[in-house]
């Protein structure tokens, strides 16, 4: 429906525009997780989605400002990821991914982990002490985007033990093992992320107004 009413090619800043944009935004992010999820082809496709959400927006909503002074919108940062999601599943998991060789799903496993590592490292953590300044609703946003991304580490490294490595005791040593690893410490990161969502502690980060 906001495919329909256009609102992925809106252009403004007032709020009215805002509202039909972020409306957008989120359906295609709701769309990447599910795609991803169960496997199917997402619902609203890369290419409906003009640009990305602005990532200091004219009405401050969504930006989270940390310690150090940096600012880091969510919804910008969620679109981010949701179009890395969009390539893991035509990279991995659509009908022409499957029928891909070993070596293939391995060189696209290194591909999407490379950009993801990009994404992230501009996502700031929330383990020890830089966290939050005492809001707990605050700490959802940074939390939910820390548990996205781990999520998606298994999605992709998870296509080498569960399908690439399946006929290749090599490629399971070589290439499987590690990815299995990874998609535990993933696991473990997650379990912890979930623990830090109930603070107990001093907060450093505030959500602008």
């Known amino acids: 429906m906001a495919v329909?009413?256009?609102?992925?090619?809106?252009?403004?800043?007032?709020?009215?525009?805002?509202?039909?944009?972020?409306?957008?935004?989120?359906a295609y992010i709701m769309s990447s997780d599910i795609s991803v999820y169960f496997g199917k082809a997402p619902a609203v496709w890369d290419g409906l989605v003009s640009c990305l959400p602005e990532k200091i927006p004219a009405d401050g909503r969504g930006n989270l400002t940390f310690q150090?002074?940096?600012?880091?919108?969510?919804?910008?940062q969620r679109v981010a990821l949701a179009r890395i999601r969009g390539k893991v599943w035509s990279m991995l998991y659509s009908p022409s991914a499957v029928a891909m060789s070993h070596q293939q799903i391995y060189n696209h496993v290194i591909e999407l982990e490379h950009e993801l590592d990009i994404w992230k490292s501009g996502i700031p953590e929330f383990t020890g002490d830089i966290l939050y300044d005492g809001n707990e609703g605050r700490l959802v946003y940074l939390t939910l985007i820390h548990l996205r991304y781990y999520q998606l580490v298994i999605s992709i490294h998870s296509v080498l033990f569960t399908r690439a490595s399946s006929r290749d005791p090599q490629i399971r040593r070589l290439k499987a093992s590690p990815s299995i690893a990874k998609c535990v410490q993933a696991a473990r990161d997650a379990v912890?992320?979930?623990?830090?969502?109930?603070?107990?502690?001093?907060?450093?980060?505030?959500?602008s107004d």
């Open 4 to 26: 329909i009413a256009g609102y992925n090619t809106k252009k403004g800043s007032d709020p009215e525009t805002l509202f039909q944009q972020r409306l957008f935004w989120n």
């Open 192 to 207: 912890l992320g979930c623990r830090i969502c109930r603070p107990t502690g001093r907060w450093v980060l505030r959500q």
């Open 68 to 76: 150090d002074g940096s600012t880091m919108n969510v919804m910008y």
